[in-house]
């Protein structure tokens, strides 16, 4: 009997030292020090965009990405393509919508590490529709806080944005590329 409880004692040892999962840690974005961009094509041409206000609330291990999650609001209003007319018309009902649809949204639903660093598939609502969107990404630990960069490719007409002459794709290509690099803080 004293050898089971000394084995038992033993293993209980062993359990209590070995490394815990630390849980996510839990970031803010520092909007002024971060960027959301996407990059369409129009009539052949591409240009560039800028959402100017976002929200992003990270949690995130490196060691545990199963356990991550990003979660980002953003306001359609704050879209900047440096052109007052397109600006206008992207916010108009033929294409963003912004008086019906003034935020899109997206959170994950899973994240795993890859060679490069990080990929996660969440959902993103926008124009109404949610779809699941990839992204691939690197996370980077910084004094005080954090990085995340990475990209996703969506196509807008899966979401219903572009209506009338906008839903044209030799006018406007389908494929839009999103770019962000945000730096985390503690929140």
């Known amino acids: 009997m004293m050898k089971k409880?000394?084995?038992?004692?033993?293993?209980?040892a062993a359990l209590s030292s070995a490394p815990r999962a630390q849980p996510p840690a839990g970031y803010a974005a520092d909007l002024g020090r971060s960027r959301l961009e996407f990059v369409g094509t129009q009539e052949g041409a591409p240009f560039k965009g800028t959402f100017h206000q976002f929200n992003a609330a990270v949690d995130f291990?490196?060691?545990?990405p199963a356990n991550a999650r990003i979660d980002v609001q953003i306001d359609m209003k704050s879209v900047?393509?440096?052109?007052?007319?397109?600006?206008?018309t992207i916010r108009g009902a033929d294409v963003f919508d912004v008086?019906?649809?003034?935020t899109?949204?997206?959170?994950?639903?899973s994240v795993?590490?890859?060679a490069a660093g990080y990929s996660a598939v969440g959902a993103l609502t926008l124009h109404g529709v949610t779809?699941?969107?990839p992204i691939a990404f690197k996370f980077t630990p910084t004094?005080?806080?954090?990085t995340l960069e990475g990209s996703a490719k969506l196509k807008r007409l899966d979401f219903g944005v572009g209506q009338g002459d906008w839903k044209r794709t030799d006018q406007i290509a389908d494929e839009v590329n999103v770019a962000f690099a945000l730096t985390l803080k503690p929140r």
């Open 5 to 12: 409880f000394g084995l038992a004692l033993c293993a209980a």
């Open 61 to 64: 291990a490196p060691e545990t």
């Open 80 to 88: 900047d393509t440096m052109d007052q007319d397109r600006d206008g």
């Open 99 to 102: 008086a019906h649809f003034p």
């Open 104 to 109: 899109a949204h997206y959170v994950t639903r």
């Open 112 to 114: 795993t590490r890859t």
């Open 131 to 133: 779809k699941d969107v």
């Open 143 to 146: 004094t005080g806080g954090a």
